[in-house]
């Protein structure tokens, strides 16, 4: 029914989660972005911006990308793991959190990864400033998940897929959640439930240890 094109990357995972968590079928489609397959043009044609994941919706003919959105589009698909739009409140609480996904957390962790482990060269300002932005983001999350079990109350959704993916390279990177208590134990209450593992399966299993060390700054 679905064609999910792929990489074992936090974008990624956020996909595939998703799709376990639904009990969809779908096909993976390795995208292996170190071989730069992600700027051929049926990647392309697919995204214009060349990144993975995509979601093609064979049924109905709905090719997707950028994980936010393919992640609303499953919910709404579905109707599971999002709010209705029914209730505006529970709605707009949910969609400010995926947007706040999108604009914070995935490009403020993603330069972090870049400039404190990736980076041909150490930019002492770039690894202080997303080093700065991360721990200020974890503990923003921290008070979201304050009294809650997940982002939008006691209902998991794809406002934890989203930002899971996130917190799991962290983690997987070394980073410690002990300073965010309410991080962490969403982190655990999240990390357990089966369609995360088989999600973070596919296509193929993170090895963190292919990451460099982390530089200072
Ligand atoms: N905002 C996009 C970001 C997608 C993204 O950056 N994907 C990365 C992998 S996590 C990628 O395809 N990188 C390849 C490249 O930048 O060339 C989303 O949420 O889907």
Redo the contacts with the bound molecule.
């Keep these: 029914m679905f064609d999910l094109y792929t990489?074992a990357?936090?974008?990624?995972y956020k996909v595939s989660i998703a799709l376990e968590e639904l009990g969809y079928v779908y096909s993976v489609h390795p995208i292996y972005?170190s071989k730069g397959q992600?700027f051929e043009a049926a990647v392309r044609e697919k995204n214009p911006n060349?990144?993975?994941?995509i979601l093609v919706d064979r049924e109905r003919d709905v090719t997707i990308?950028?994980?936010?959105a393919i992640l609303l589009y499953l919910a709404q698909r579905s109707g599971q793991l999002f709010p209705d739009q029914s209730e505006p409140a529970s709605y707009w609480d949910g969609m400010q959190k995926l947007f706040f996904a999108?604009a914070s957390i995935?490009p403020m962790f993603?330069q972090r990864m870049h400039f404190s482990f990736l980076a041909p060269e150490t930019v002492p300002y770039g690894i202080r400033r997303y080093e700065a932005e991360g721990d200020r983001l974890m503990e923003v999350c921290d008070s979201m998940l304050s009294g809650r079990e997940y982002f939008l109350g006691e209902q998991y959704s794809i406002v934890d897929i989203a930002v899971y993916g996130w917190i799991k390279i962290a983690v997987a990177a070394g980073y410690t959640l002990a300073e965010t208590p309410n991080l962490l134990a969403w982190f655990d209450r999240v990390d357990a439930r089966r369609a995360v593992r088989k999600g973070l399966e596919v296509p193929a299993r993170m090895d963190p240890s292919r990451l460099p060390r982390r530089k200072a700054a």
């Design positions: 990489h990357t936090p974008n990624g972005l992600q060349a990144k993975i994941p990308y950028e994980s936010q999108s995935g993603g």
